[in-house]
């Protein structure tokens, strides 16, 4: 499905959502996420990653400061933090020049710093803070990476 949309209203929903989008997962693929601090960007790579099979959700943690967690329990997954990140980098500035030649699922907070050039598959995912526990999660998905859903 190209787009859609979701809400969910506790943290728990949107690790479920997030597991339901890393079980269809096939690498390689980058997925772009943004939205505000405390949107649930990290919420929902907990799901995506123990969807994927890569680790449990309590093994995946905010690399705000290392910027990069590697996952590699069978699929492997990076999970990019780029918050900290001044400027408009690309991933051979970040030392991550190797990424694009695994096969491997990308999944990038705060996307929008990242200049970016790849013809991976990519799914761009908007998180939304409507009110204390519920989130907007807009899901663009032009080629079809989640078309069994
Ligand atoms: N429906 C919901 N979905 C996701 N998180 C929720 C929801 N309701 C409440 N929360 C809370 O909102 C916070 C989301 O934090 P999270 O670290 O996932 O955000 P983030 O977008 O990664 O922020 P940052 O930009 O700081 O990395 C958590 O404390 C979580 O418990
Ligand atoms: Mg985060």
Redesign the pocket.
């Given at each position: 499905m190209p787009s859609r949309e979701i809400v969910?209203?506790?943290?728990?929903?949107?690790?479920q959502r997030g597991r339901e989008i890393g079980e269809q997962l096939k690498p390689p693929v980058l997925i772009l996420?943004s939205?505000?601090?405390?949107?649930?960007?990290?919420?929902?790579?907990?799901g995506i990653v123990s969807g994927a099979g890569a680790a449990t959700e309590e093994e995946v943690t905010?690399p705000?400061f290392t910027l990069v967690h590697k996952y590699d329990r069978g699929v492997r997954v990076y999970h990019v933090?780029l918050?900290r990140i001044g400027d408009l980098h690309d991933l051979e500035t970040l030392g991550l020049e190797d990424v694009f030649t695994e096969r491997a699922v990308v999944i990038v907070?705060?996307s929008e710093k990242l200049a970016l050039r790849t013809d991976w598959p990519v799914v761009r995912i908007h998180?939304e803070?409507v009110s204390?526990?519920?989130?907007r999660?807009s899901i663009d998905d032009p080629a079809g990476v989640l078309s069994a859903s």
């Open positions: 969910t209203r506790s943290w728990e929903e949107t690790i996420l939205g505000d601090l405390g949107a649930g960007k990290t919420t929902l790579t907990k905010s705000t933090d918050y907070e705060w998180l803070h204390e526990d519920v989130r999660i």
